[in-house]
């Protein structure tokens, strides 16, 4: 039922890529059936080379591991912006200058946000506030 569900489409994305008008649209049509006929192929059980394969579990998500992303902290942020800034001395163009000067701003108000809401939590919490 799959199989005949995605060999369908393959056919109409083939049918459209026929009408198109431009050749990009009919590239993507083209790109769509042949996605479709490789999906009408793993539900028949055969893998893109042609042999049986059995289509192994998607393992679960892992758990969050509690670690921040450095953008997320403000330590990541002012090294970050001062890895723009150094980068930003070395520059011959005046654009390329000032592009890394601005993303060092940029880095460094995160920062100051960042910081600015954890001191917020501290404060909140030191005070006992249920939202803490």
Not at 97 to 111: T, V, Y
Request: with cysteine; proline share 5%.
């Amino acid at each position: 039922m799959e199989q005949a569900y995605w060999l369908e489409r393959a056919r109409t994305s083939v049918a459209n890529a026929a009408a198109a008008m431009s050749s990009e649209s009919r590239l993507i049509h083209f790109d769509l059936a042949g996605r479709y006929s490789i999906n009408a192929a793993y539900a028949h059980g055969a893998g893109p080379d042609g042999h049986q394969h059995v289509v192994p579990d998607v393992p679960a998500r892992p758990a969050h591991r509690g670690m921040k992303a450095p953008r997320d902290t403000v330590a990541g942020c002012r090294t970050r912006a001062e890895a723009d800034l150094l980068a930003s001395a070395s520059m011959v163009l005046a654009n390329q200058r000032l592009r890394l000067e601005n993303s060092a701003a940029h880095w460094i108000a995160r920062a100051d946000l960042l910081q600015d809401v954890e001191d917020a939590f501290v404060a909140a919490k030191a005070i006992g506030s249920p939202r803490a």
